[in-house]
């Protein structure tokens, strides 16, 4: 894009003072164009360079969390089917405070053991437990999932609105630039380079912004796709634990049921 603007300006500055200026007044230095730059692109690089630092912090501190996520799973789902009881599951997993299956677990357990406080010593579970279950599982898996995807529709935004902040710098320069030119009356490259550079450094801040933005946005949420199915298949397992062994089998005894037995409960 710069060597067509630099082609479109050199219809109207002769060749010897184009080379001259090529040489001479285009430097490399982009500190220097952003210090020279008037206050509106000034004031867009600012806001785009915010965005970036933003969309960084937020990048690193999801993916530290989103791992520490995964690596809790991973251990919940250890203790809990090897667990002698849900009981002894929730005391073993409580401290896995980062792992969405233990949230789930920890609102359903809670839920089911108020339950078994009100069953005053009927026989079976009372009737509509298994859609209370289920209720309260939802609402923590909403939860779980607001909780896991908090600042990430950040990243989107800056994505979305990062190029056309830099698009808007980059026409401002330009504006500039030609406006440089009718105030002076000279079309050449020393009158209108300095704010093309300007636009150029804010495309460039904006696609800077954004592009990092784009690809973790996209990254977090397959991570979270994986998440959601994970919570959606403990739920489902968890709901046929309590309806397959402690319903059918040992009724008020929750203390007993080994999450263990949930594949040979059918059989």
């Given at each position: 894009?710069?060597?067509?603007i630099l082609?479109?300006?050199?219809?109207?500055?002769?060749?010897?003072?184009?080379?001259?200026?090529?040489?001479?007044?285009?430097?490399?230095?982009?500190?220097?164009?952003?210090?020279?730059?008037?206050?509106?692109?000034?004031?867009?690089?600012?806001?785009?360079?915010?965005?970036?630092?933003?969309?960084?912090?937020?990048?690193?501190?999801?993916?530290?969390?989103?791992?520490?996520?995964?690596?809790?799973?991973?251990?919940?789902d250890n203790?809990?089917?090897?667990?002698?009881?849900?009981?002894?599951?929730?005391?073993?997993?409580?401290?896995?405070?980062?792992?969405?299956?233990?949230?789930?677990?920890?609102?359903?357990?809670?839920?089911?053991?108020?339950?078994?406080?009100?069953?005053?010593?009927?026989?079976?579970?009372?009737?509509?437990?298994?859609?209370?279950?289920?209720?309260?599982?939802?609402?923590?898996?909403?939860?779980?999932?607001?909780?896991?995807?908090?600042?990430?529709?950040?990243?989107?935004?800056?994505?979305?609105?990062?190029?056309?902040?830099?698009?808007?710098?980059?026409?401002?320069?330009?504006?500039?630039?030609?406006?440089?030119?009718?105030?002076?009356?000279?079309?050449?490259?020393?009158?209108?380079?300095?704010?093309?550079?300007?636009?150029?450094?804010?495309?460039?801040?904006?696609?800077?912004?954004?592009?990092?933005?784009?690809?973790?946005?996209?990254?977090?949420?397959?991570?979270?796709?994986?998440?959601?199915?994970?919570?959606?298949?403990?739920?489902?397992?968890?709901?046929?634990?309590?309806?397959?062994?402690?319903?059918?089998?040992?009724?008020?005894?929750?203390?007993?049921?080994r999450p263990?037995?949930?594949?040979?409960?059918?059989?």
């Open positions: 894009m710069h060597n067509y082609g479109f300006l050199a219809v109207f500055a002769p060749a010897p003072a184009l080379a001259a200026n090529l040489g001479g007044n285009i430097g490399t230095d982009v500190w220097q164009m952003v210090w020279s730059a008037g206050p509106v692109v000034q004031g867009v690089l600012f806001i785009l360079i915010v965005f970036s630092v933003v969309s960084w912090g937020l990048i690193l501190a999801k993916l530290k969390s989103l791992r520490e996520a995964k690596r809790q799973n991973q251990e919940f203790l809990f089917w090897n667990a002698g009881s849900l009981s002894a599951a929730q005391a073993q997993t409580k401290h896995l405070t980062t792992s969405p299956l233990a949230g789930l677990f920890a609102v359903a357990y809670g839920e089911l053991d108020k339950v078994m406080r009100m069953r005053r010593g009927e026989p079976g579970l009372p009737a509509g437990v298994m859609p209370n279950l289920k209720r309260a599982l939802d609402r923590a898996q909403a939860a779980e999932s607001t909780r896991l995807g908090k600042a990430v529709t950040f990243l989107a935004t800056t994505a979305n609105t990062a190029p056309f902040i830099g698009l808007f710098g980059t026409v401002w320069g330009i504006m500039d630039a030609f406006r440089s030119i009718g105030a002076t009356g000279a079309a050449n490259l020393a009158t209108v380079a300095p704010g093309i550079a300007e636009a150029l450094v804010a495309t460039a801040t904006g696609l800077f912004a954004a592009i990092p933005a784009v690809v973790f946005y996209n990254h977090f949420n397959r991570r979270l796709v994986v998440l959601e199915a994970e919570m959606d298949s403990f739920s489902q397992d968890f709901l046929n634990l309590v309806e397959r062994d402690l319903m059918r089998r040992h009724g008020p005894a929750v203390e007993v049921v263990s037995e949930l594949d040979g409960a059918g059989s």
